[in-house]
Nanobody
Framework: VQLQASGGGLVQAGGSLRLSCVAS????????IAWFRQAPGKEREFVAA???????YYADSVKGRFTISRDNSKNTVYLLMNSLRPEDTAVYYC???????????????????WGQGTQVTVSS
């Protein structure tokens, strides 16, 4: 199983980025896919998730600014990030799990598969 995250970069506050997570080696349509992020010196935190049925979930800190979506024909999940803030600076990781329950959706250790991360830096 491989999860390949990409799309990170350096952007000014107020700008936008779109992250992609391409998966292989698993039944993509059955997976819950989530994005987590980790800033230096901080714990990994939940950002957004999308379930097999298309239902989406967001951290309060990104609700209304970020949008998660999936394209099962491309085995890809996207995270569109608008109105970026310096506090969004972190390494962003995508993760996947075929059997995660709703109550565990925001818990990083509940996910079986992880990508390598992509750096997002937002300058003020």
């Amino acid at each position: 199983v491989q999860l390949q995250a990409s799309g990170g970069g350096l952007v000014q506050a107020g700008g936008s980025l779109r992250l992609s997570c391409v998966a292989s080696g698993l039944t993509f349509s059955r997976q819950t896919i989530a994005w987590f992020r980790q800033a230096p010196g901080k714990e990994r935190e939940f950002v957004a998730a999308i379930r097999w049925n298309g239902n989406t979930y967001y951290a309060d800190s990104v609700k209304g600014r970020f949008t998660i979506s999936r394209d099962n024909s491309k085995n890809t999940v996207y995270l569109l990030m608008n109105s970026l803030r310096p506090e969004d600076t972190a390494v962003y990781y995508c993760s996947a799990d075929p059997s995660i329950i709703l109550s565990s959706l925001r818990v990083s250790h509940s996910y079986e598969y992880w990508g390598q991360g992509t750096q997002v830096t937002v300058s003020s």
